[in-house]
């Protein structure tokens, strides 16, 4: 039997695309303003930093709310169709944005072809990349997730995130440097960074019943966990910038997704939208807008990089400095411009077709 299309994870989607957006418009305001708004940072760089997690979550829990664990899995079927849909926007994305940044800055394209390789294997072509790249690295390791799954128990879950706490901080905080590729670019392709969030969207995924009505039960707890743990990732965040001397970049680059707090903020978040979009009240005009985000949040997040260069290039040119209202309003408008040139082509297309 068929299960009911999920709206909830539309609206996740829209909503995790617009943090998205957030970080690195808030990565182009702090190398820009010496001088940086530090409740604006917060806002674009701590707040939204269960962005790329919480897309590991949702994708599992879409991929195994609809799978039968007791029917055989076809592989081949299951890469061809993914691949169709991440990989080959991925390759086409990449070489764009090379051959842009080619014609613009003028360097060589790709001056060797080990570096050419480096630079598909790894998302290097543009700095937002490296999440289909993770992506399609969790799609080729399907069969290991199915099994896992499988086999997973509330302790395992448990021991699994104490596991990935352990991991992320030594990842992140320990890990020394290297000249080894795989370990220099580890955040770029390990998925063991995002395991735990991604086994958990497929274990709910798979019990969505049960969990949609546990969520039902717990609105209150779920809203409540959720406000604790963003309330100790800001906190976090204004310690280390007021007691500590941190700067804003400094700060946003220590209270990141992958440690401890940034972990249990991914979790708390990715529950609590999920209650708010199946159970909360919304407007339907919201409603709408989100579902509209959602539907071209794909667009929008490989396009944005495209968006903010040439805003960039505008305010430079209208000598507008990138001050916390003019950040706001860069933001917005990056929004706008790709979700705008999105809606127009899809527009175009449809009616050329008639």
């Known amino acids: 039997m068929k299960k009911p299309y999920l709206l909830s994870i539309e609206y996740i989607r829209g909503v995790s695309m617009l943090g998205v957006v957030a970080i690195h418009t808030g990565s182009q305001y702090l190398s820009l303003n010496p001088t940086p708004n530090v409740h604006l940072v917060a806002l674009f760089e701590i707040v939204s930093r ?59 394209l790709l001056p060797d072809w080990d570096y050419g390789l480096e630079i598909y294997f790894f998302g290097l072509a543009k700095y937002h990349l490296y999440f289909l790249v993770i992506l399609i690295w969790f799609y080729l390791l399907m069969p290991v997730w199915i099994e896992i799954i499988k086999r997973i128990t509330p302790a395992k879950l448990i021991l699994l995130l104490i596991a990935q706490i352990l991991f992320d901080y030594w990842s992140s905080y320990c890990a020394g440097t290297s000249e080894n590729l ?76 992958l440690s401890p707090l940034g972990i249990f903020y991914t979790i708390g978040a990715s529950i609590f939208f999920f209650k708010l979009f199946e159970y909360g009240k919304l407007p339907a005009r919201l409603k709408n807008f989100l579902s509209l985000l959602g539907k071209n ?11 903010i260069h040439y805003l960039s290039l505008v305010f430079s040119e209208l000598n507008l400095v990138m001050s916390a209202i003019n950040a706001l309003i860069f933001y917005f408008l990056i929004v706008a411009v790709t979700l705008g040139i999105k809606i127009t082509f899809q527009r175009f297309f449809q009616a050329y077709r008639r």
């Open 297 to 307: 949040s794909y667009f929008v997040y490989l396009a944005h990089p495209f968006a």
């Open 50 to 108: 269960f962005s790329v997690p919480i897309f590991f979550f949702i994708s599992a829990f879409g991929l195994f709310y609809k799978i039968n664990l007791s029917e055989p899995f076809f592989y081949g079927k299951f890469l061809k169709r993914r691949f169709k849909a991440v990989l080959i926007p991925y390759l086409i994305w990449s070489t764009l944005y090379l051959v842009h940044d080619n014609w613009f800055y003028g360097y060589s």
């Open 182 to 257: 795989f370990f220099k670019w580890r955040l770029n392709w390990l998925v063991l960074h995002y395991a735990f969030i991604f086994i958990l969207g497929g274990v709910l995924g798979i019990y969505s019943e049960k969990f949609f009505k546990w969520c039902s039960e717990r609105k209150k707890i779920i809203s409540a966990t959720f406000l604790i743990t963003l309330t100790a990732l800001l906190a976090w965040y204004y310690e280390l910038i007021y007691e500590k001397g941190y700067s804003a970049l400094s700060a946003v680059n220590t209270a990141h997704q």
